[in-house]
């Protein structure tokens, strides 16, 4: 399994950004997979997760500013971000949940078994 994130950057208060996920060596299709970010001295944290059937689920401190999509022809998945804020400035990774994880327990990152390395976004103010 590979999953490479891109779409990081620097950029300031209120602008946009897509971050995508490349994903290989598993049918993409098939799984649930989320997005979590993690700042500085901070533990990680959930951000967003799509399952197979384009659900969709966020948290609260994105909520109506970020948006996750998948491309299954693509095996890709996104992660819209606008009016985006100085704190949510982190290293935003993404990853492929374990089979039959609970709606509930997606926000958790153990509920996922494979991760990406991380692209980095600063949000300046």
């Known amino acids: 399994v590979q999953l490479q994130a891109s779409g990081g950057g620097l950029v300031q208060a209120g602008d946009s950004l897509r971050l995508s996920c490349a994903a290989s060596g598993f049918y993409f299709n098939s799984y649930t997979m989320g997005w979590f970010r993690q700042g500085p001295g901070k533990e990680r944290e959930f951000v967003a997760r799509?399952?197979?059937?384009?659900?969709?689920g966020y948290a609260d401190s994105v909520k109506g500013r970020f948006t996750v999509t998948r491309d299954n022809a693509k095996s890709t998945l996104y992660l819209q971000m606008n009016s985006l804020k100085p704190e949510d400035t982190a290293v935003y990774y993404c990853?492929?949940?374990?089979?039959?994880?609970?709606?509930?327990?997606?926000?958790?990152?153990?509920?996922?078994?494979?991760w990406g390395q991380g692209t980095l976004v600063t949000v300046s103010s």
């Open positions: 799509i399952k197979r059937d384009y659900n969709t």
């Open positions: 990853a492929v949940a374990r089979r039959g994880a609970i709606i509930s327990a997606l926000r958790l990152p153990t509920s996922y078994e494979n």
